[in-house]
């Protein structure tokens, strides 16, 4: 299966363009990621979303097909109102629907109350790397499936997921998540993976 296509029940309510207050961090560090073609496009299908999640336990997210995009505004980030894993559901607002990896993002805020960002990035070496190497892997599930919320789940049962904050997708092809208290420890984290490739 292909990024993009949506596979979650969701409710998305159509409504004028998110305020930059909204995502101007996740923009910041997007436009990093994109630099380095950890957010982009492959075979026409766009690839990479970055949520940040809110006080009040909303969370936004870049929509769904706009990887291929240097940067985005208002129109291209998803407000997402509520989720609910087990059942499978979500509710969003804004003028797109929200990346359709949004319930792996919603799983990773339910591990911990703390986690505040999450990135997913897809990148053939860094993949390649982490299943090599001794890393926390989801098992050959695909993104986007109640497997992967379980598998999510399994992996993280007996870790603290903020003392290891990352992993890989062993069933979604590149696939690499980060996450962390802010957009900024996850963004490092991701980085250090990335710097041990170069050691
Ligand atoms: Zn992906």
Known sequence: MIDGVIKYNFDFRPTSPLHVSQYKDIEDVRSRLYALKLIGISNGIGYGNISQKNSDGTFI??????????????????????YNDRKFYLKSSGMIKPSSESLTHATIYNLHEEIKAVIH???????????KNSYLKTEDVDYGTKEMIDEVNRIYEDTDPLSDAKFVMSGHEDG???????????????????SRIYM
């Open 61 to 82: 997210i870049t929509g769904t097909q706009t990887g291929d995009l240097s940067s985005l505004n208002g129109e291209h980030y998803a407000y997402i109102q509520e």
């Open 121 to 131: 990035i897809h990148s053939k070496y860094i993949w390649n790397f982490m299943l």
């Open 176 to 194: 690499v998540i980060s996450f962390g208290r802010t957009l900024k420890e996850a963004e490092i984290t991701l980085y250090r993976v990335i």
